[in-house]
């Protein structure tokens, strides 16, 4: 099964492709999709919708593991990701994929069993759950690969 995870954002949306076989995982992509702060921001929306389509199409994953957003200082930034969000969840429910939402806090439980983990420990345990040589880059990237992993029978089906 392969499992697309996503880290919303409306300047660079994170996105790890991973596949389960026989309750062994493995990183197949990962990267960011990155818009240009000098489009207006319907065309931002456009670009991550057009890249998502892409990335839908190239990897047929089944499965499209989204973070839900609980908490961000700026008002404005948390209406844009979330605006950002909706095309991820409405581009992945046109392709007929199984959206799952999590939490920052069900992620980090998920890799390490902690709820209140740093940063730097989830990126560890990505590395090691997808046996990677390092820690991906950038961080958004990363924390798509962590969502995609949660996303995964090895940890709903538990």
């Known amino acids: 099964m392969i499992i697309l995870g996503i880290d919303p954002g409306f300047a ?3 996105f790890g492709v991973i596949e389960e076989k026989n309750k062994n995982l493995c990183m197949i992509d990962y990267g960011c999709i990155s818009t240009s ?10 670009k ?10 190239k990897y047929k994953p089944e499965i ?3 973070e839900k957003i609980f908490f961000c200082k700026n008002t404005k930034t948390a209406i844009d990701v979330g605006q950002a969000r909706g095309v991820v969840i409405l581009t992945a429910a046109e ?6 939402e999590f939490t920052p806090l069900q992620v980090k439980q998920f890799i390490t069993g902690y709820g209140k983990a740093e940063k ?13 040589k390092e820690i991906p880059k950038p961080d958004d990237a990363a924390d798509a690969l962590a969502l995609a992993i949660a996303g995964s029978n090895n940890f709903i089906t538990k």
Do not use: D, H, W
């Open 120 to 132: 730097g420990q989830i990126q560890k345990m990505v590395k090691i759950l997808l046996n990677l």
């Open 48 to 57: 991550i919708r057009e890249e998502l389509v892409y990335l839908i199409k």
């Open 12 to 14: 660079r949306t994170g």
């Open 37 to 46: 702060a000098g489009l207006t921001f319907p065309k931002r929306l456009k």
């Open 64 to 66: 499209c593991s989204v």
């Open 95 to 100: 392709k007929n994929l199984k959206i799952l």
